[in-house]
């Protein structure tokens, strides 16, 4: 018995040591993690939780490489309960109770308590995430779920509840530094500056991503210190990050900034979009809504630039059409900026909801059939093409409306500013 422990255990650190990067460097503790200060700086609420040992379930939620996984296991590391870990790619409700059971068993017997880390838990159906709910619920496990999508949306509402939400943002500079310099002492090796330089650049907050960069350029060098051209080879086939959360926040900041009259930031976003593989038809369809929701009438000439993009991107495609896309973006940018369009079609769809709705008056009633005069349809009207004067003086709301006003052309920022 004690030689096939001694068996398992060598064949534990025989696969360690075969281990990716990312996966030798997670700590054992908190006092390891790297990144996430608002998280686990010395008083923050998840150390607090954890060195108090009174953490009930949390979902941990953020962008890919932000160490989530990394966390889970510095959580249980940190402390005396059991760790139990399942992928919700793989897992099923029988794998839940199983796990269920054991800690029960554990709890009962020793008294000992189990966290249970559930990986990608945004993958879990609902029947799966129920059968958690009562272990959860009494106490039994201490959920730890990892997701990269906004758990309000992929996690159900009473699992939800009986969780605390954790946000994990990217990490920053020093913090990638860090993990390069830690990377480098696991694989015995040194790089340059610039080789540093350019990891830490590249890394876009994702310290598996740069671990993984990291970990090519160092056997690319081979027994000689990684160079800035290691670098970029090992860069040269990573992926940018963009997931749900991202789409909805990059194009939610590319409207902002040409809101907030920003060329370069939209050109930016911009960028990221067309780089993620972004569909360009939905970003045309953006830069044509915003032409009229956020300039409109302060310069009707943008609308027809942004249709334009919209038409020439089906008409020659990307890569060319992105030009046609940054001219249409930097136009809504640059141009002045007025919400009168919207808020009239806003305010009176609104009005019309709420009851104010009247008859069409008689004399803008059709008059094109047999009969129509008889009724007194269209025979009081005047045309603009008859007598311009009569035609403005017209009444074109129904009397009980005629108080009403929906269109107010206000001047923009830049046209009060002027005027100033």
């Known amino acids: 018995m004690e030689s096939a422990d001694l068996f398992s255990a060598a064949a534990r650190d025989r696969l360690t040591s075969k281990a990716p990067l990312a996966a030798r460097l997670r700590p054992t503790t908190i006092d390891d993690v790297v990144g996430q200060a608002h998280l686990v700086g010395p008083g923050r609420p998840l ?94 496990l201490t959920l730890i779920g990892a997701t990269t999508e906004n758990p309000f949306f992929e996690v159900n509402a009473p699992l939800r509840s009986r969780s605390t939400l954790f946000r994990l943002e990217p990490l920053g500079r020093e913090d990638v530094r860090t993990l390069v310099l830690r990377g480098l002492q696991a694989e015995g090796a040194s790089a340059s500056e610039e080789a540093i330089d350019l990891l830490v650049e590249r890394a876009g907050g994702d310290g598996r991503q740069v671990l993984t960069a990291l970990e090519v350029a160092c056997a690319l060098a081979g027994a000689t210190p990684v160079s800035l051209e290691h670098v970029e080879s090992a860069l040269g086939t990573s992926a940018l990050r963009y997931g749900r959360d991202d789409h909805y926040d990059v194009i939610s900041a590319f409207i902002k900034s040409m809101r907030g009259s920003d060329p370069d930031a939209a050109v930016y976003w911009l960028a990221r979009m067309l780089e993620a593989g972004e569909d360009p038809r939905f970003i045309a369809r953006r830069i044509v809504i915003a032409a009229s929701e956020e300039v409109g009438d302060a310069d009707d000439s943008v609308l027809g630039v942004a249709v334009a993009a919209a038409r020439a991107l089906e008409f020659v495609g990307l890569p060319e059409a992105q030009l046609n896309l940054a001219q249409a973006a930097i136009a809504v940018a640059r141009a002045p900026k007025s919400s009168a369009v919207s808020r009239a079609i806003w305010d009176a769809r609104a009005d019309v909801r709420a009851g104010a709705v009247a008859e069409v008056p008689a004399h803008l009633r059709d008059s094109h059939y047999s009969g129509a005069s008889e009724l007194g349809h269209g025979t009081d009207y005047v045309s603009p093409h008859d007598d311009a004067v009569a035609a403005r003086e017209q009444r074109y709301l129904p009397d009980e409306l005629a108080d009403r006003g929906w269109y107010r052309r206000r001047r923009s920022h830049d046209e009060t500013r002027e005027a100033d």
């Open 47 to 140: 150390r607090r939780l954890v060195e108090q040992d009174r953490l009930t379930s949390a979902i941990l939620w953020g962008p890919p490489g932000t160490g989530k996984t990394t966390l889970a296991l510095a959580i249980a590391g940190s402390t005396a309960r059991a760790f139990e870990q399942l992928s919700a790619v793989t897992a099923g409700v029988a794998d839940v109770r199983a796990t269920i059971a054991r800690a029960t068993a554990l709890l009962g017997e020793q008294d000992r308590r189990t966290i249970l880390f559930l990986d990608e838990i945004h993958r879990f159906s609902k029947s799966q995430q129920d059968a958690l709910l009562p272990a959860v619920e009494d106490g039994t």
